[in-house]
């Protein structure tokens, strides 16, 4: 049974920093890409990053690209998500998924608030 656990949100300043780990249980950790989504209250949940199994390759939403990095330890079964230059924008529950054998995004952890003022 494949578990994800996120942890790491909180409330932080506008231009502020935040990691958010993602931590996995079960299952084949390197097998699998990964990556973080984010919904904020009223939208829809969106993609902001993703890695391949190895980590060397990722993937970024635009609105994202050159603010966020997201790496992998797999021998620690674990996902990272680096937030720099928050805005409200940001704001947002932030939730780790795992992809499946068939790619589709099959595992997710219950999500982490982040909440950025202004």
């Known amino acids: 049974q494949v578990q994800l656990v996120e942890s790491g949100g909180g409330l932080v300043q506008a231009g502020g920093s935040l990691r958010l780990s993602c931590a996995a249980s079960?299952?084949?950790?390197?097998?699998?890409?990964m990556g973080w989504f984010r919904q904020a209250p009223g939208k829809e949940r969106e993609f902001v990053a993703g890695?391949?199994?190895?980590?060397?390759?990722?993937y970024y939403a635009d609105s994202v690209k050159g603010r966020f990095t997201i790496s992998r330890d797999n021998a620690k079964k674990t996902m990272y998500l680096q937030m720099n230059s928050l805005n409200s924008e940001d704001t947002a529950v932030y939730y780790c998924?795992?992809?499946?054998?068939?790619?589709?995004?099959?595992?997710w952890g219950q999500g982490t608030q982040v909440t950025v003022s202004s």
């Open positions: 890695i391949s199994g190895s980590g060397g390759s990722t």
């Open positions: 079960g299952g084949t950790f390197s097998r699998y890409g």
């Open positions: 998924a795992r992809q499946g054998a068939g790619g589709d995004y099959s595992y």
